[in-house]
């Protein structure tokens, strides 16, 4: 099961999308899980042949539990203990393994009876409609994977059964409360803000999307967003996450940008290598990403690799956001609305569109000093907003 | 277009944005933003969907004349292209 967030300690299977003798590819989806926040789809990070599935739709399992053993590409067979395989944890890929972002097509979040890749009997499938079970949901252990009738009668045992659980918001809450207690309870914050004039970045966004059709259109979010990411390039140890003893320096900026859901509760997934990526492959993988987190159907690596977390509450009217840090993470960097103000310019007092960015740093890894300069990367960034 | 041709355009549109919301709510007087709770990039996939139904190019400045679901109706029937 893998860990999708500090905030998370177990997570529900609810069903596979692949089988015992499937082969799987890095980044496939091979299932999909629910926690606290959100159903998430599960990648693989690994090249093989699913061997063995250990948990079953239906199963809550704590972080850490291996779901499933893949014989990987190139390996030759292991004993079957659950420490040898790891493809199936869902742990972040390598650093080595950085790649160019790739948006894999979103699925359906469960498999349909319809999956043609279903062997089954009859006789199972029938037993399967009367219990009112999805044959798909079922790891079969008959040859190649088929789902057998005893298969089908185990998993009507373990059929979730409704239970007096917190509903989803009341426990993407606790799930919220447990990690920022845990964050303003072992990290020493500090807090910088400055105020960046705007001026040149909105004149220039406004000409560039009269260029544009509505559909390539680019909101100034993108340009705050990739503007953090250039900067950590130049304050890497803001890119960092906390081992339990140190810092370990990431080296791929994986901004995470907090989305808040309706109804309340907040999700912060990564945009992956934000640094790398052009203005108009933000705005897509961005619109994406927020599409996805509403409508609960984000990957596993979207929420385990953030590395820096980009939160905007300007639209809400606030001025000035100072974050808690989200665990393992090092900073969070917030950013306000964007308000006309009065603003000294070469010896005029002019009207100008400023925003307030802030910092929230972990002082163990950084000092303010290097914060400092860290807003004023932010601020170079956007004075120059055509080189983003 | 008439104006109720347009309303329910304009209703579709917010539908695909927010999905979850019960539009037969929504108070034609009051904004929009503050009613579905939406944000600047929910905006854009609004005008995106308006410009899909509609084939209208709304331009950014005219963005603050969509704030109402009356703002967003007697805007879009003073369009020339949808009269």
Known sequence: MPQLGADMSAGKLLGWRKRVGDRVQRGEIIADVETDKADIEVEVFAVGVIEKILIRPGEKVPVGTVLAIIQEEGRPAEAETPSAPQAMRGEPPPAAAAVPVRPIPVRPSVLTPGTPRLHISPVAKKLAADLGINPASIAGTGPGGRVTLEDVQKAAQIQPTPVAEPDRRARMRQAIAAAMARSKREIPHYYLSTTIDLSRAMEWLNQENLKRSVEDRLVYGVLLIKAVALALRQVPELNSIWSGEKALPCPDVHVGVAISLRGGGLIAPALHHTDRQTLDELMKNFRDLVQRARAGSLRSSELSDPTVTVTSLGEQGVEAVFGIIYPPQVALVGFGKVVERPWSAEGQIVSRPVITATLSADHRVSDGHRGGLFLSAV???LQEAEKL | MTKDKIRETVL??????????????????????????????????????????????????????LATLDGCIEYLASLRDLR
Do not use: T, W
């Open chain 1, 379 to 381: 601020d170079r960034c």
């Open chain 2, 12 to 65: 579709r549109a917010l539908g695909g944005v927010a999905p979850e919301a019960d539009l037969s709510q929504i108070k034609p007087d009051l904004r929009i933003r503050d009613q579905l709770d939406i944000d600047s990039m929910d905006l854009l996939n609004f005008v995106i969907g308006l410009h899909k139904e509609l084939k209208v190019d709304i331009p950014e400045a005219d963005y603050p004349r």
